[in-house]
């Protein structure tokens, strides 16, 4: 059974760092590129960072470029979302999912693109 968990979530002040870990289980880790999306009541998915199988590339949303990283460790099969200088703006159920490599690019903006999903983990930026 697949499994991603998403962890590392909760409450800071503004201009404060929050690190996002997602855990995956039940998968060859190496042949998923993975993401991270978020969502805010009321409204759609929101792609916030990609990263390919074997870290070669990455890709942000314009929103989070140069505050947000992400990262992976294959030996843990874990992908990280490193969160510097929050925003209010940043609050958001965030989620991991994983895309199957056989899929061809390593980021899609389409939900329906990603095989697996986690539950997420709330993130709540106080102003």
């Known amino acids: 059974q697949v499994q991603l968990v998403e962890s590392g979530g909760g409450l800071v002040q503004a201009g404060g760092s929050l690190r996002l870990s997602c855990t995956a289980s039940?998968?060859?880790?190496?042949?998923?590129?993975m993401s991270w999306f978020r969502q805010t009541p009321g409204k759609e998915h929101e792609f916030v960072a990609a990263i390919s199988r074997i870290s070669e590339r990455t890709h942000y949303a314009d929103s989070v470029t140069g505050r947000f990283t992400i990262s992976r460790d294959a030996a843990k099969s874990t992908v990280s979302l490193q969160m510097n200088n929050l925003k209010p703006e940043d609050s958001a159920v965030y989620y991991c999912a994983a895309r199957s490599f056989r899929r061809g690019t390593y980021y899609s903006f389409r939900l329906d693109d990603y095989t697996y999903w986690g539950r997420g983990t709330g993130v709540t930026v106080s102003s």
């Open positions: 039940g998968l060859e880790f190496s042949q998923y590129h």
